[in-house]
């Protein structure tokens, strides 16, 4: 099992920016894809960013030219630089780390208000 470990999360003024950290542990295997999810709506989670071991990204329209993923596989980290907020960035975020199936953290709250 792997444990994922968000911290970052806060309040921030629209404009401005957060640098969101995941570490997993635990993991007996090497970790694949990783990314971030935020809570989108009561049933439907939105895919912000997802990074592979390589480097390669994928980001969602609404964030492209914004946010930034990272990660530093030494340490099973990665990383959502967040610039430019919006108020509409307001979530929950998940972080996501795939081995031999996909685990998630708990969450960790942006908010984004004057």
């Known amino acids: 099992q792997v444990q994922l470990v968000e911290s970052g999360g806060g309040l921030v003024q629209p404009g401005g920016s957060l640098r969101l950290s995941c570490e997993a542990s635990?993991?007996?295997?090497?970790?694949?894809?990783m990314g971030w999810f935020r809570q989108g709506s009561e049933i439907q989670r939105e895919l912000v960013a997802t990074?592979?071991?390589?480097?390669?990204?994928i980001y969602a329209d609404s964030i492209k030219g914004r946010f930034t993923i990272s990660r530093d596989n030494a340490k099973n980290t990665v990383y959502l630089q967040m610039n430019s907020l919006k108020p509409e960035d307001t979530d929950v975020y998940y972080c996501?780390?795939?081995?031999?199936?996909?685990?998630w953290g708990q969450g960790t709250q942006v908010t984004v208000s004057s």
């Open positions: 635990g993991s007996a295997f090497s970790i694949g894809a």
């Open positions: 996501t780390a795939q081995t031999i199936r996909i685990y």
């Open positions: 990074i592979t071991r390589g480097g390669n990204t």
